[in-house]
């Protein structure tokens, strides 16, 4: 049930938060800016989870509360979600606008958090001479191409702020690329018999010599697939007669996902 809506030309969306904090609200915000939408999740007043356009927890409250245009709803409903934000509502809320004008500036460097950052050279070499905060050095160890900006941020446990600096000052030293190693495929089922074996998945010859260019890829083993249920490693072979704009899987393999032939689907290399 919507119980509150407006402009964020007329409110802010800080005031509107701190509102629903002050009477001890419960339910989901739910803001659209243009083509993009955010939803902070209110228990008992707090905003205790957000999902943003590229980024959940606290990094998604901070991008969904810079937004000055827009419209919102407040819809009451029980929360069933995780809880990622631990801040109190004025806590949260001062962080945010103290670190707006820095995400604002790393996100203008890195545009993307889609994106795998890759270190060219290993410590002590790779920060040598640099001034990095101890707190940004934390996601260093996750830094391993394989992984991407999203991924580091939700395994190290340091926010958006904190891996995006470390990493500008490592880009500006020539010590970090930025690569794209993920593709676009569709699913289609792996044709088996008695010299092809289903205990992997399939892809074109052309990607492995496409990842093979970039830096840290070498011989590739397993890839990551990535589709709208969750993600997954499997190992891979790169076949000559293999469709570059499909990827072969096996067929008791997408029954298991749920996954009907034809799925779209992104894929990149895993260690």
């Known amino acids: 049930m919507s119980t509150l809506r407006g402009n964020l030309q007329s ?25 993009v939408s955010g939803v902070l999740y209110v228990l008992n007043g707090d905003v205790v989870h957000a999902e ?34 631990k801040r109190s509502v004025p806590d949260l809320l001062m962080e945010a606008a103290r670190t707006a004008d820095s995400r ?12 795998v950052p ?14 990095i905060f101890q707190e940004d050095r934390r996601c260093l160890p996750f830094l391993d191409g394989y992984r991407t900006f999203l ?12 891996v995006l600096q470390a990493c ?17 495929l569709t699913a289609m ?25 970039m830096g840290p890829y070498g011989l590739v083993l397993n890839v990551r697939l990535q589709w709208p249920e969750g993600p997954a490693v499997e190992p891979v072979k790169f076949v000559k007669d293999q469709n570059e704009g499909t990827i072969g899987i096996p067929k008791e393999l997408m029954q298991s ?15």
């Open 104 to 115: 604002k500036h790393l996100r203008s460097i890195f545009p993307s958090l889609h994106v």
């Open 52 to 85: 943003g356009p590229q980024v959940l927890g606290e990094s998604g409250a901070f991008e969904i509360l810079e937004w000055d245009r827009g419209e919102f709803e407040f819809i009451t409903t029980k929360f069933k979600g995780p809880i990622t934000i």
């Open 151 to 162: 991924e580091v941020m939700n395994v190290s446990e340091q926010s958006e702020v904190s």
């Open 257 to 271: 996902w749920g996954l009907p032939e034809g799925s779209l689907m992104t894929v990149r290399p895993a260690p």
């Open 168 to 184: 500008a000052q490592l880009k500006d030293a020539g010590r970090l690329v930025i690569m794209e190693p993920a593709v676009s």
């Open 118 to 131: 890759w270190p060219t050279m290993e410590e002590p070499y790779l920060t040598q001479g640099l001034r």
């Open 189 to 213: 089922p792996l044709k088996t018999g008695l010299f092809r074996k289903g205990d992997h998945v399939e892809l074109s010859k052309a990607h492995e010599a496409r990842w093979q260019r």
């Open 11 to 35: 409110i802010s969306l800080m005031d509107v938060v701190q509102l629903l904090n002050v009477n001890r609200k419960t339910g989901k915000l739910i803001v659209n800016q243009g083509q």
